[in-house]
């Protein structure tokens, strides 16, 4: 999963940014409005989180800007938690809203149920028969035994189950999974597909030759 | 409440105006027209007195029928007069018969003078003219009552003559009025009326004034209502929006159809009021806005921070880096909690220390030469010219202007440039002039360079330490001094920040 930060607070911003890639989530990071709408135009991302406050423009002025093209899940960070701001927000298109200094687990989990809902499933547990892979603990199980699995093999399994059904190209894979700074290569991808059909079975993810990947289940 | 009522009280003045007014106008209605009728009525008198005169002197007048009447028709006419006794002998005309010669024995008295003498119809005739009805006599100088009418009251006395006139002259007795005469024989003739029918028609001219003036009240307190709500409604108006803007609807004013009236102009001016209150209001709360956010972005740095830290076992290096970070964060809170509290005191006047004779030379000097190695360090001139310029005032909180400013400069100045600090006594004024060879700021950017939490570049402002207070803070001190801060910039040139305080005298 692949988030922007528009956030002008340095300390706050690296902060963040590394409790997100710790979550496995890969992170965008702009420092004004300017260069978080750029971002946020260009890639397709599963969240963005916009602080309210920005140089340059702020966080209404993104939003709104930002709604005109793309319905990308909006989270918004702000000192200015008056009920008025929060309606502001949320009836200017965000999708939440949560004020700061926050709880980073709440922020956490706000971003998870973010992503659930932007992939259609409100429910926390998805099953792919007996794999079942739990978006809150990021834990997978297997016929009920836990396994273990890299924050990158997760964040594959994730996107995947949370497109079940859907062919996934690599591209997609790629802009969805890995940040602006990531160089990994095409093949370190069948590297981590390799080892979740290693710990999972081998029929759970279907390669569409040419086209990505499936799970059909 | 309804004594209090502006509208009440213009209703209940208006009445008493009104009532006061009309009540007035009545009486001198009522006054005039009496003594009006009541000279119409002596006229009257005045006129059958005279015609009665002539005709007891004998002579004819006008009243009397011309002298065309005086021959044979006057005989025919005294006749007439015998006939009828009754007319001419009642009351105390019984008791004076005998007193007096027979009224219809003309001829000369006892004392040889001549006898009054009535030509026949004389009498009737001279109270033909005018309106109908009163009530005539005539005496003899005697005193014996020689004529009189059938009508008239019972009681007829004669009237008491003042010395020897011969003036016409009037009483008033028991509701009637009575003119007498005096000829100068003596003889009296008098003429008189009910006062009656004069003040019935007093009452009732007293009554149809009063139905009058109740009508005119009622429909003038009737128009006074009208009037005051007429008058009152902008009133109301301004009431509802004000009671709707202290409601919280800050950006509400009142609407004025008529700006030139008084009314218009009270709203125009409750309007500006309004205005400030609510710029006031926004920039308070602008301020508030600004240092929450301020306060709860370091908040939120800590409590990730550490959260993130706590998540999962760290190796030292990254907690040691964790605690750094926190640190940093912290010290940067603590800026900003010292920064707003001493602008919160700054604010309510008690944020300086006693005032003291001080030389701002020597404050800015220790103060700029405490920071010549950070100048040095950047590869700054930094030149002090300092001479004295003595006022009173709070050193160390001058000597925080100072290093704020020259802090400033340095911090935008690049590599090479000069950095000036001066001071001078000028007249009234002691002056302390700042000057950078720096980056300069930008002409939109100026007016605001003084506020509090202001934002131009506030990223990089706030990457390096700056909590964006310090310059509101010196403006602050500053006019706690009864001093103005201000600032002249060309971005690219530098900028100059000049400080004036009043010059002070040893408290």
Partial sequence: ?217 | MVIRSIRWRLQLWLGFLLVGVLAGFGLMVHQLQGVTQRGLLKEDLERRVAALNLAVRGGGGPASGGPRSLGGPSEEEAREVRRIPPLEFRGSGDRQRPMGPPPDGPGMSRSGRPQARIPEGAFELALSGGPPGGHAAVWSREGVLLRRTEVGPPELPIPRRPGRSTQMLFRDRDGLLECYQFTELGDCVLAGRSLQPLERAQRRLAWNLAGVGAAVLALGLGGGWWLSTRALRPVEEIRAAAERISGGALSERIATTEPDSEVGRLAGVLNATFDRLEAAFVRQRRFTDDAAHELRTPLAVLLVEAQSALSRDRSPEEYRETLKASLATAQQMRRLTDSLLQLARLDEGDGLGTALPLDLGEVARAQAEALRPLAIQKGLLLEVLTSSAPVCGDAERLGQVVTNLVANAIQYTPSGGTVKVRTVASGDDCSLVVEDSGIGIAVEDLPHVFDRFFRADRARRRAEGHSGLGLAICRAIVEAHQGRISVESAPGVGSVFSVRIPVGKAA
């Avoid at chain 1, 930060?5 to 409790?19: N, P, Q, V």
């Avoid at chain 1, 079942?132 to 399994?157: F, N, Q």
């Avoid at chain 1, 093949?187 to 999972?200: A, E, T, W």
């Fill in chain 1, 1 to 217: 999963m692949r988030i922007l930060l528009i956030e002008d607070e340095d300390r706050l911003r690296t902060t963040l940014a590394k409790a997100l890639r710790e979550e496995g989530y890969a992170v965008d990071v702009a420092e004004d409005g300017v260069e978080g709408l750029h971002k946020a135009g260009q890639n397709d991302y599963n969240v963005v989180l916009l602080d309210v406050m920005l140089p340059g423009r702020d966080g209404w002025t993104v939003l709104r800007e930002l709604r005109k093209t793309k319905a990308t899940p909006v989270l918004m960070l702000t000192a200015l938690d008056a009920a008025s701001d929060r309606v502001r927000g949320l009836d200017g298109g965000a999708d939440d809203y949560l004020g700061k200094p926050f709880d980073l687990d709440e922020l956490l989990a706000r971003v998870r149920a973010l992503i659930r809902r932007a992939a259609g499933t409100a429910r926390p547990d998805i099953e792919l028969g007996d794999v079942r892979v739990d978006t809150r603990a990021r834990s997978v199980t297997r016929a009920g035994v836990p396994v273990v699995l890299t924050a990158r093999e997760y964040s594959i399994l994730e996107y995947l189950a949370l497109h079940r059904r859907e062919v996934v190209t690599r591209t997609e894979l790629f802009e969805h999974l890995f940040d602006e700074n990531d160089d990994s290569l095409s093949n370190l991808l069948d590297v981590h597909v390799f080892n979740i059909r290693k710990k999972l079975g081998h029929d759970l993810i279907v390669t569409r030759r040419g086209l990505g990947y499936c799970i059909e289940r």
